[in-house]
């Protein structure tokens, strides 16, 4: 049985992109072997099972989200694992043949791991998402790039990481290389999926027809309202082609951060106040979300850095052409088309591809051709994946 550490999400109704890779991945991994999800209950000091409503939590994939990130531990929840503590119930969760890792995990995750990994009879692996808080920490948020380097070094504990894209991956180990740090564990690229086969079949079939040339044509981009997300450039781009006469309307989704993504939201408020054809819808759920896609033109991204580029991937699978970033792990979700890539993600060049597009409409039908012609990889796919991998890591030392 694996192990699935969960302890974050299944305590939070945010819908982050950590948050929806590690739903999908409890989702598909739980149909191809048998897995236990735990959490380590702060209350009761130790490593358990979830219970039923912990599970549904973490099973919840399709919802529209909550505007906070932080877990929630309902009252009742935090006396009874008083309780457990007052009688001395230590660790109430079986042993595993591994341990999984998904979540980028707390200081206290990480002080409690040396229990949970005695259990563990097999390999122990950490999902590595980003090295953002490392890369641009101007862009993200103090705490999490104070905390950031010892979580670096905490990956070191494990057997195995396996990181979300190559770039990911190169990152971690150039950390790893820099630091003069040569006992590690094996590091490996299993690329993140972007939905069940069930849901890219369905999209194949639905979502693919372009909107009407007829219509207003509407930009959707999708992303948490953040610093690195970049979308203070986006904005004015879109300024400075309304200024042009250029009629667009743009459609923004996602949750924003309080700290690194205020300043965007101000300017949101500012266009809109000034009667600019701009909508924010905050976090939507999934059939909201399909049918955002489905409406629109084409998609812009301006992400200056990801780990692995999610919102690109989505946008092509619905048969959407993306304007993003070509560098990076967003670079290597759009290698393969239906993109316009830039160097720079600047409002200058999000200006010029935007306008480029936006006046002629057979160059983003061409890119869109392209995107309707691309596979994708499936969850189901990437858990035969983890656990090929999983069943021949052999443990450290031995």
Request: glycine fraction near 6%; aromatic fraction near 8%; include cysteine.
């Amino acid at each position: 049985m694996i192990l699935f550490e969960a302890s974050h999400t299944s305590h939070t109704q945010a819908q982050t992109g950590v948050q929806r890779v590690v739903r999908s991945m409890y989702e598909a991994l739980c149909q191809r072997e048998s897995i236990n999800p735990i959490c380590h209950d702060p209350h009761q000091g130790a490593w358990r099972s979830l219970q039923v409503w912990e599970k549904e939590n973490l099973s919840n994939t399709t919802g529209a989200g909550s505007a906070h990130r932080s877990a929630h531990w309902p009252l009742t929840v935090r006396l009874a694992g008083y309780a457990r503590q007052l009688f001395n119930a230590r660790f109430s969760c079986p042993e595993g043949s591994a341990l999984l890792a998904p979540e980028i995990f707390s200081a206290k995750i990480a002080r409690a791991y040396p229990t949970l990994f005695n259990q563990i009879r097999g390999p122990r692996v950490a999902i590595f998402h980003d090295a953002i808080a490392l890369k641009v920490p101007e862009f993200t948020p103090p705490k999490t790039v104070a905390r950031f380097p010892a979580y670096l070094h905490e990956l070191l504990a494990f057997d195995g990481i396996a990181a979300v894209s190559e770039d990911s991956r190169q990152s971690l180990l150039d950390y790893w290389h820099w630091l003069g740090i040569r006992d590690i564990p094996q590091v490996v690229t299993i690329t993140n999926a972007i939905g069940t086969e069930k849901q890219l079949s369905s999209l194949r079939e639905t979502c693919n027809a372009p909107a009407s040339a007829s219509a207003v044509p509407t930009i959707l981009s999708v992303g948490s309202i953040e610093g690195r997300k970049n979308h203070l450039a986006l904005l004015d781009a879109c300024e400075q082609l309304w200024a042009q006469d250029i009629r667009f309307e743009l459609r923004l989704i996602g949750l924003a951060h309080p700290q690194t993504g205020r300043g965007a939201l101000e300017k949101i408020r500012s266009l809109q106040t000034a009667g600019r054809p701009i909508r924010y819808d905050g976090p939507v759920d999934d059939a909201t979300l399909m049918a955002a896609y489905a409406a629109c033109t084409f998609t812009v991204y301006p992400s200056l850095m990801e780990g692995f580029g999610l919102p690109v991937q989505e946008s092509l699978a619905h048969g959407k052409p993306c304007i993003c970033s070509g560098r990076g792990a967003i670079g290597e979700s759009a290698a393969e088309g239906g993109c316009f890539t830039l160097d720079r993600v600047d409002a200058a060049s999000l200006t010029q591809a935007i306008g480029l597009w936006l006046n002629s409409p057979a160059l983003s039908a061409e890119a869109a051709e392209a995107a309707r012609k691309r596979d994708f990889k499936t969850w189901q796919v990437f858990a035969d994946e983890l656990i090929c991998w999983l069943r021949e890591l052999p443990r450290r030392g031995s």
